[in-house]
């Protein structure tokens, strides 16, 4: 199942991608990733979903990571006297703690910390923004607003509030329990939802205590202000572009989305771009020329992964919209500008003998027509900065630790492969050339660039560099 592509595709699952048949098929097409959205399901839903990925794992002997996404805080109004109301733009507004059905005057905004961050003229945003608000009295139990922009308001429906941190924790409850349900199933990644503030992970990683790795979404504003700090403390990135969109003026987002995909390259932390990607393949078998186009952004951009969201998990063309997808990043990969954008766009390497390394790997590379640079790696750390070079050549990267792996299928360029630890040099030339040919990354003549650490089996030591020419007397 060796991929020609360097760019990872995520899958959410669902409703209509819930059978062991079902994501296989994903998995055929092109899904490397797979997501447990915990908004939805139950946590018996999830182990089997797990149990299934692992048998076709198994089956394929090729690693495939999952992230659970975590719910994170759902901050909505209450209910409203026959389901809904007209509201109507000038009119005034009231949203406070009284428990009473909403009508058209007044509706329950059960959500204290709310009125703690709202100040005069802060602006909120009912139903993804749909309906608008402007503050211009609050207190601690209430909200008095003009609406700005009116329209239908149903009951339940998801509050924002754009320019405003909010006091409130980026895990619930809920959260805490499905976290350590996720664990137990053994997911590779977690999703944390609503980070606004660096500290927001602070309590999920304690918990998780490397059991897993830390994906943050940025949804939130607050979130792009503290973006150095969230990037650095954070295992990954996922742009969270829905929820962006709606808290940020639309043309906003596309630069963000540029400037959060080059900072997590500087840094080596990989990046996944998300929502709305193949939207319209949710009813139909193609997708729009302006989906494709955003598709082929992202690439062209540098994400490591790309994700479908209820394309695959309700959509009616799941296996369809995948391999649609597997289509395009090809198709962008083989372009000559992306090859020559990923060279201009080309960060520094740090001042360290493991950047060192992976700089001069991709470098030997390219200067003797190598078919892959191969790393020895426990951590995964080497392998991140070897991704980081976005090398012409597929990185194979091989590691004892099946939670490295697993976690190391998410990112740009890496093909994963669990094997045991060399023991000497010998061991190490001939594992890395007879692994590469299995995996149909090499044949006998070719030439690999590989690197290690001595001693071997330490983590973070990566200061060798060795050419290997494949020969098949070695093995």
Request: glycine fraction near 6%.
């Amino acid at each position: 199942m060796n991929r020609n592509r360097r760019a990872k595709i995520v899958a959410t699952l669902g409703p209509a991608s819930n059978t062991q048949e079902q994501i296989e098929k994903l998995f055929v097409a092109g899904a490397d990733v797979f997501r447990f959205n915990f908004s939805h399901g139950t946590h018996d839903e999830h182990m089997a979903r797990m149990e299934e990925i692992r048998a076709i794992e198994h089956q394929y002997g090729r690693p495939i990571s999952v992230i659970a996404d975590l719910q994170g805080p759902k901050l909505r109004i209450g209910q409203i006297k026959e389901g809904g109301v007209h509201l109507g733009e000038g009119q005034t507004f009231r949203l406070d703690l009284d428990k009473a059905l909403g009508d058209h005057d007044r509706v329950p905004l059960l959500h204290p910390e709310i009125f703690s961050a709202l100040r005069t003229d802060t602006q909120i945003f009912l139903d993804d923004g749909k309906i608008r608000l402007q503050v211009v009295d609050a207190g601690k139990d209430y909200a008095e607003t003009v609406v700005t922009a009116g329209g239908l308001l149903t009951d339940r429906k998801g509050v924002n509030v754009p320019n405003a941190v909010l006091p409130v924790a980026a895990m619930t409850d809920k959260d805490r329990s499905d976290l350590e349900h996720a664990l137990l199933i053994g997911v590779d990644w977690i999703a944390l939802s609503f980070v606004q503030r660096p500290n927001d992970l602070a309590e999920a990683r304690k918990l998780i205590c490397d059991r897993a790795a830390i994906i943050s979404k940025l949804e939130k504003p607050s979130a792009i202000e503290r973006l150095e700090e969230i990037i650095e403390l954070s295992d990954a990135i996922m742009v969270a572009r829905g929820d962006l969109g709606v808290e940020l003026p639309p043309e906003d987002v596309p630069a963000l989305q540029k400037q959060i995909i080059r900072q997590c390259r500087e840094t080596g932390k990989p990046v996944v771009v998300a929502t709305q990607m193949l939207e319209s393949m949710i009813n139909a078998p193609t997708p729009t020329r302006a989906e494709a186009s955003d598709i082929a952004t992202a690439i062209y951009d540098g994400a490591d992964a790309v994700m479908l969201s209820a394309e695959t998990a309700v959509g009616e063309y799941p296996v369809e919209a995948v391999s649609i997808m597997n289509r395009i990043i090809n198709r962008t990969e083989q372009d000559d500008a992306y090859r020559a954008i990923m060279v201009t766009t080309h960060p520094d390497p740090e001042r360290t003998a493991q950047d060192a390394i992976t700089a001069a790997a991709r470098q030997v590379a390219e200067t003797i027509g190598a078919t892959a640079i191969v790393t020895y790696t426990t951590s995964g750390s080497t392998t991140l900065r070897a991704a980081r070079e976005r090398p012409e050549v597929p990185i194979l990267c091989l590691t004892e630790k099946r939670s490295t792996a697993n976690q190391l299928v998410l990112v740009w360029g890496i093909h994963s492969v669990i094997t045991k630890d060399v023991r000497n040099f010998a061991d190490m030339i001939e594992r890395a050339c007879q692994i590469a040919c299995e995996q149909g990354l090499a044949k006998n003549g070719d030439r690999l660039v590989v690197t290690a650490g001595v001693p071997f089996g330490t983590p973070g030591a990566t200061n060798i560099l060795r050419i290997a020419r494949v020969d098949d007397q070695l093995f």
